[in-house]
């Protein structure tokens, strides 16, 4: 059994269709965490986890600094008796700064999408370096599950996690997913 704490909703629902598209071959489970600190209630699931012999993983987001939050998700498990046995992943590819987007936009199937949004990004940029700051990072991400008609299908709940409906819009051959998948299925 493996149990893996994710940062957030997205992660969970790109994980549980990945793990799936590449037949994940144990039982396993996805707990969110909603935050980019481990919650003191997940430790004690970790803690429960390791206790029964599983495997740990952790999968966050690298965000500005890929060393520092590392580190910060090694000092909130400092404490657990099996530290060494919980692994930790960090979006984009375990070593850079970056986020799950950063990942989602390099597996993009329909890279006319995210080459629009860019264009966008820079006409606000050419009016006002202030009113592109102000664009967050994730938009270019859902812009695309937008245009491409993912979201509306996310929404509606029409599919199940078994479908493997994100393989229609992202790329989960595509060798940027090599760290994920050395991590996830090499323990």
Do not use: W
Request: proline share 2%.
């Amino acid at each position: 059994m493996t149990l893996f704490v994710v940062e957030g909703k997205s992660d969970k629902v790109f994980l549980e269709q990945y793990i799936h598209y590449k037949n994940f071959p144990s039982e396993y489970e996805i707990i969110v965490n909603n935050s980019n600190q481990l919650q003191n209630a997940n430790l004690q699931k970790i803690k429960k986890a390791l206790d029964n012999n599983y495997r740990v993983c952790i999968i966050f987001d690298a965000d500005l600094d890929y060393n520092q939050t590392r580190q910060e998700i090694e000092n909130k498990i400092i404490g657990l008796e099996d530290k060494n046995k919980v692994k930790i992943f960090l979006f984009p590819d375990n070593k850079s700064k970056g986020n799950l987007e950063t990942l989602l936009v390099q597996i993009a199937k329909y890279k006319e999408i995210i080459e629009c949004f860019e264009k966008y990004v820079e006409c606000i940029k050419s009016q006002s370096k202030e009113f592109a700051d102000n664009i967050n990072k994730k938009s270019k991400m859902y812009a695309y599950r937008e245009a491409s008609g993912l979201e509306k299908i996310i929404k509606s709940n029409e599919y199940t996690m078994h479908e493997n409906i994100f393989s229609q819009y992202f790329n989960f051959n595509s060798s940027y997913l090599q760290p994920l998948h050395s991590f996830i299925f090499n323990p």
